[in-house]
């Protein structure tokens, strides 16, 4: 009784097999089917977890891509006025409303970009309330990639005269003060690759002298 046991135990975890195979020399004619092979299908798990891999994949292509010309790409360098000295201001009354003034001013160009900087010239103009009064231009140069070169200028208004705002400037200097706008500008070029792309760089400073002590009270700079 336990050897049947047994013997039906193992009859039952034979495999099940579908389809037999064709002998390779048949005994007499006999017509076969034969059916193509399926494959298995793929779950939706699988489907999606390749689909996640495709989207991590382009996204990470992508950024890798913006990155890169987010870096490259030229931008305009950073120009930063960091000293500015008054060596003359004094107004001329007689024979006719007149201004003498000599400024000495440091600019810093900082040029950002991972290619050198060459620029033309670098231009700094004064200005007395919105009308400009004289300007002063300094050589080219070159700045290697995330250098630094500073330029020195010196500003002279020899017996400048005044017509327009002949009234504020009187007026100004019985309170012992004249507001002053300066204005330096650099431009040059950056070369990417084979392309010569223009760069343009600009800063404003609103400068308050003290005719007295010859001396600046104030200069609030910005950006443009």
Do not use: W
């Not at 193992?10 to 579908?18: A, C, G, S």
């Not at 103009?125 to 919105?130: E, P």
């Not at 250098?147 to 100004?172: K, M, P, R």
């Not at 431009?187 to 343009?200: A, H, S």
């Amino acid at each position: 009784q336990p050897r049947q046991t047994m013997t039906k135990t193992k009859r039952q975890e034979e495999p099940v097999v579908f389809y037999a195979p064709i002998p390779t020399h048949p005994d007499h004619d006999q017509n076969y089917v034969v059916l193509p092979f399926y494959p298995r299908p793929r779950n939706h798990h699988t489907r999606h977890n390749h689909h996640l891999r495709c989207c991590l994949g382009f996204a990470a292509v992508f950024f890798l891509l913006a990155t890169a010309a987010y870096l490259l790409y030229p931008s305009d360098p950073d120009l930063t006025l960091v000293r500015l000295h008054l060596n003359n201001v004094q107004v001329q009354t007689s024979p006719h409303p007149s201004l003498d003034l000599s400024l000495s001013l440091s600019l810093k160009v900082f040029n950002r970009d991972f290619f050198s900087l060459n620029y033309s010239s670098i231009v700094v103009s004064i200005g007395y309330r919105g009308r400009e009064l004289g300007f002063v231009s300094s050589d080219g140069g070159h700045v290697r990639a995330r250098g630094s070169s500073y330029v020195n200028a010196t500003l002279v208004l020899d017996g400048f005269q005044v017509i327009h705002d002949v009234f504020y400037l009187i007026e100004d200097l019985a309170k012992g003060s004249i507001p002053f706008d300066t204005d330096s500008k650099v431009k040059g070029t950056v070369r990417l690759f084979f392309i010569q792309v223009p760069i343009e760089a600009r800063i404003s400073c609103e400068v308050l002298v003290n005719t007295n002590n010859q001396t600046i009270i104030r200069q609030d700079c910005y950006p443009e």
